[in-house]
Nanobody, 127 residues
């Protein structure tokens, strides 16, 4: 059973940076797609970025393009989300997730496609 554990959230001022990590355990696929989503209070869960496990493909939401960078570490079995130039609008709980419905790169930004979710890590950006 695949399990995801996200960490790295915190409190930063506008313009600051944070690096989120997601440790993947129980993983037994050649290549699948992982994503980062976020959910602010009173709002729906929103796609942030996705990457395939072998690292050949990436996909970003327009709202974070140029500021966030998704990566994976096969040795450490982990994903990362480097977040720079943070804005108050980035405040949310961030979740890592696995698309267990498709093999390989799926380039999917719909939360309902992702079948396994981590517990979330809070990111707060002050103005």
């Amino acid at each position: 059973e695949v399990q995801l554990q996200a960490s790295g959230g915190g409190y930063v001022q506008t313009g600051g940076s944070l690096r989120l990590s997601c440790v993947v355990s129980g993983f037994n696929f050649d290549d699948v797609t992982f994503g980062w989503f976020r959910q602010a209070p009173g709002k729906e869960r929103e796609f942030v970025a996705a990457i395939n496990w072998i690292g050949t493909s990436k996909f970003y939401a327009d709202s974070v393009k140029g500021r966030f960078a998704i990566s994976r570490d096969n040795v450490g079995n982990s994903l990362h989300l480097q977040m720079n130039s943070l804005e108050p609008e980035d405040t949310a709980v961030y979740y890592c997730a696995l698309d267990g419905r498709h093999m390989g790169w799926s380039r999917n930004d719909r939360a309902e496609v992702y079948t396994t979710w981590g517990q979330g890590t809070q990111v707060t950006v002050s103005s």
